[in-house]
């Protein structure tokens, strides 16, 4: 496809998105309205399958997203980031949760290994359970980790399985996060008023430190190249240690620790005349696995699909409601923060700072808000999708065919 036929095709989809979300003050959320609209036009061939790539933005996506990661980190304080250890329990619980409720699933509709008349495997509930298992609870890692186990005993559909859920899970994560961020943001708004809830620091003090980089290196080359030495080191040490510290949680760690010593400024890439494009290049990243479905595939698998969301929601409600009612977080918040792991980043950050604008009614409400919301919600997603889920995904792969 035309490279720039792509590119504003693509603008054109997220600017109607952005629209109906502002107009419903974020009850669809611009996520959601583009998962649509990207699902109806790749599965019609209104979209040509090469539509993302032939814009440019999944390339540049791939690019930048360490250097949102960082920028993450320096909108954290470290005050806050100590503060987010409940937040990490509530995600390791989520996980467990799906994995207890898709095992029971796979006992119920299909148990150990079979063979055919030709002595192949046979696909059974409990393999596709255990492929629900790492593609629900978390990203790419996941999904590549189940598909080598799948196919490594010839199992090629249950390979399949965690794509489309992949594919799926945001259609189900986006708006119902976005429906229970609202309440919490409106429950933050009424603390905010009765004089409860606080503006996060750097935002009440107005003008922020410029930080302790030089001033060549405060523009936005500058900026970019510094980040960009922070997201080389993050990969180096994810290289070292063959992928047990994560690229993106190294990445994380070192902003919040930039921001912490004062050599980064707070919310590092603010300001530079590349950072719009530099999100809506990552937001494209939601989307891409919506490229390559097609009808038969969703026909095909279309009762394991509705029985791994089905008892993947139901764990996830349980086991993050409980778990955060027993260390004193909100029912809404628990539960937002155990839908994460459906999505991860970047949702977690565009669905925090969407529900804190269509609560707040003044810039003061709005930083009020999201400066509750969004460290929990990114915290809560490196703790689903980045690290519990491809540690239990790791262990219980090995039992896809067995």
Wanted: proline share 4%.
């Amino acid at each position: 496809m035309n490279p720039v036929l792509a590119f504003v095709v693509v603008m054109l989809v997220w600017t109607i998105s952005d629209f109906v979300a502002k107009k419903t003050k974020s009850l669809l959320s611009s996520l959601f309205v583009a998962s649509l609209i990207f699902l109806v036009g790749f599965m019609t061939g209104v979209f040509p399958e090469d539509l993302l790539p032939s814009s440019s933005l999944l390339g540049l996506a791939g690019v930048v997203v360490g250097f949102i990661i960082v920028h993450l980190g320096t909108m954290i304080s470290l005050d806050d980031f100590k503060k987010q250890w409940k937040t990490l329990l509530i995600g390791i619980a989520t996980v467990v949760g799906i994995g207890v409720l898709l095992l029971a699933a796979g006992l119920i509709f299909g148990g150990g290994a079979r063979v055919d008349e030709y002595g192949d495997l046979i696909s059974v509930g409990r393999d596709y359970a255990i492929a629900g298992i790492g593609a629900l609870s978390g990203g790419t890692i996941s999904v590549l980790i189940v598909q080598e186990a799948a196919l490594g005993v010839g199992l090629t559909t249950v390979a399949a399985f965690p794509v489309l859920i992949a594919a799926l899970q945001g259609l189900f994560g986006f708006p119902l996060t976005s429906l229970i961020l609202r309440k919490e943001a409106s429950r933050l708004k009424a603390e905010y008023r009765a004089g409860r809830l606080a503006v996060p620091e750097a935002v009440a003090e107005g003008k922020t430190s410029e930080g302790l980089l030089p001033a060549p290196f405060r523009t936005t080359a500058g900026t970019l190249f510094c980040v960009g030495v922070v997201v080389l080191l993050s990969i180096g040490i994810n290289n070292l240690t063959n992928g047990t510290l994560n690229t993106f949680v190294v990445a994380l760690i070192f902003g919040i620790v930039l921001r912490t010593t004062g050599v980064f400024k707070a919310s590092v890439l603010t300001g530079i005349d590349s950072f719009g494009l530099m999100m809506l290049a990552i937001m494209i990243m939601v989307f891409g696995p919506l490229a390559t479905l097609k009808p038969a595939d969703l026909a095909n698998l279309a009762v394991p699909l509705l029985i791994a969301f089905a008892f993947g929601l139901v764990g996830i409600a349980a086991f993050s409601a409980v778990t955060g009612k027993l260390l004193g977080y909100t029912v809404p918040m628990s539960l937002a923060i155990g839908l994460t792991s459906l999505y991860g980043f970047p949702g977690t950050m565009i669905l925090s700072q969407e529900a804190a604008k269509g609560a707040g009614e003044t810039p003061e409400e709005v930083a009020a808000i999201e400066g509750e919301i969004l460290p929990k919600m990114i915290v809560a997603g490196f703790a689903t999708v980045t690290i519990t889920s491809v540690i239990v995904t790791s262990i219980i792969a090995a039992g896809i065919g067995r």
